[in-house]
């Protein structure tokens, strides 16, 4: 079982110094990639999928009504309706997809795979079986900007290495990717356990 990091109240890592100490909080490369992208544009499409919900969920509008200055409980409605629209139905499965990958990586096994995602699955082990993976869900940190994160996979193919990233949506935002992986290339393998940092070997960047 691989052993997850402590985290501050915000979520950021909280990451043993290189020369010691107490642990100080890293900022996520996931937020430091994300920072390009239009924060108009999230808020839209969060309300485009509010908007959706609500047609669907008269009760949620209902609610919503009766709750008048309530603002906790209006957010949670709102969130409600955005749920119904499927806000979060890509990035569950996702999640799903990735957990699936990783233990068909480590030789673990995937168990009973829903048909409907069982092709996605099959897709990746035959893709990647000509990939040598070096390091699955390593957590890693920039110590110079202070940043972590954890790359999918560190891959070695016809000798040289690469940072992997598995991705199960559309890719938007590929500037946004680039900074991640960057970040990972340029990082070292961090072991929560005794705060120790490793290499990847050469990275091909």
Sequence with gaps: MRQEIDRDRYGRPLVVPN??????????????????????????WKMRMAAIGLTVRKDLLLAINAAQDDKMAINKYIEDAMEVAGASKAATIGTALHSYAERLDLGQDIGLVPDEWAGDILAYEKTTKQL??????QFCVLDKYKIAGTPDRI???KGERFIADIK???IDHPN?????LAIYAHGSPYDI?????GTWGEINK
């Design 19 to 44: 020369k010691g100490g107490k642990p100080v909080a890293y900022t996520r490369a996931t937020t430091i990639a994300n920072s390009l992208d239009d924060a108009a544009a999230l808020t839209a």
């Design 193 to 197: 356990a005794t705060g120790r940092r």
């Design 168 to 170: 199960t949506g559309r």
């Design 155 to 157: 891959v070695e193919y």
């Design 132 to 137: 040598n993976k070096i390091f699955i869900e």
């Design 176 to 180: 946004n990717i680039a900074i991640q």
